[in-house]
Structure formats: C-alpha cells, structure tokens
C-alpha cells in the first residue's frame, strides 16, 4: 500500500521545504498539494485513474501507483504548490526605493513560473518515456523496412514490409 503521507517527504524536498527544523509547508498544505495533484495527474492519464481511500495518515492509493508514478504524482503536486505560490507572490510584487538602495521583489513571480515550467517539462519528459516504452513493448520486436520501389508524379512511393 502507498499512503499519501509517503509522498509528503519526497514533496517537501521537491519544494525545497529541507529544513527540518523551519518547515514551510504544514503537513495539510503537503496533503492538499498530494491530492489536488492527483487531480491533474488523473487528468492527463485516462488509462490510469487513481483514488484516495481513507483520510489523514492512514490515506492510502488505489490502485498502488507504481514508483514511476509515485514521481509523477509528486510532480504534479509540486506543479500545484508553485503555481499558488506565483499567484501570492504575484500579489505581493513590488518595487521599493530606499536609502540602501533597492529592493525589488518584481520577478518573483517570473521565476517561480520558470520553476513551474521546469517542473513541467520534467512530467512531460516521463510521459514521453513511457510512451516509448509503451511503442516498444507493443511492436514485440517488429522490424519496419521499406525502400521506394515506385515513383509517382516525382514522389517516391514507399511500401512498408515487416518482419520478426
């Protein structure tokens, strides 16, 4: 069984919440995060939906995601959490001038959406991965082979023979 409080860990880091002793996210901010992460990640996988069964510390997944998907749950999770952290720091963004000089908390927003659009790639990279692994595993070995044998109009034309 994979309860959600496993991936609260992995999150934590993945948010760069690694100071034990000054935590930034609450355990239920991690929880919130885990589960509307599992929302989007339902989304984008129609052939794999997962649930949540129980609540608290003894929330578990069903069907048990597998390690790779444990990662991308984690992902999209993180996913979640940094998009709200752009929409309050977007909310906070300013521009200050004072006699040290000044500070300016303008891009803020800007780079936490290039840490969400990273984070983002790192997902789509995982399912391309598995798609191929899909591909693969589905031609059993099937070798595609052709050669323009033909020619119409200028255009080669290409028939597509396949062994095993």
Do not use: A, D, H
């Given at each position: 069984?994979?309860?959600?409080?496993d991936l609260m860990p992995r999150l934590a880091r993945e948010m760069g919440d690694t100071n034990t002793s000054n935590l930034y996210y609450s355990a239920n901010m991690l929880f919130s995060g885990i589960n509307d992460g599992l929302a989007d990640f339902n989304l984008q996988t129609p052939d794999t939906q997962y649930t949540v069964i129980g609540s608290g510390d003894a929330a578990y997944f069903s069907p048990d995601p597998s390690i790779e998907d444990q990662q991308l749950l984690v992902l999209c999770a993180a996913i979640v959490m940094t998009r709200g952290e752009i929409q309050k720091a977007a909310r906070t963004a300013y521009s200050h001038s004072n006699p040290a000089g000044n500070t300016n908390l303008q891009r803020i927003p800007e780079m936490l959406d290039m840490q969400a659009r990273r984070l983002e790639d790192r997902v789509q990279n995982i399912?391309?991965?598995?798609?191929?692994?899909?591909v693969e595993s589905e031609s059993c070995g099937t070798e595609l082979k052709g050669a323009a044998t033909e020619v119409a109009e200028g255009v080669g034309i290409?028939?597509?023979e396949t062994t095993n």
């Open positions: 069984m994979v309860y959600e409080k399912f391309l991965n598995r798609s191929r692994r899909l290409t028939v597509i």
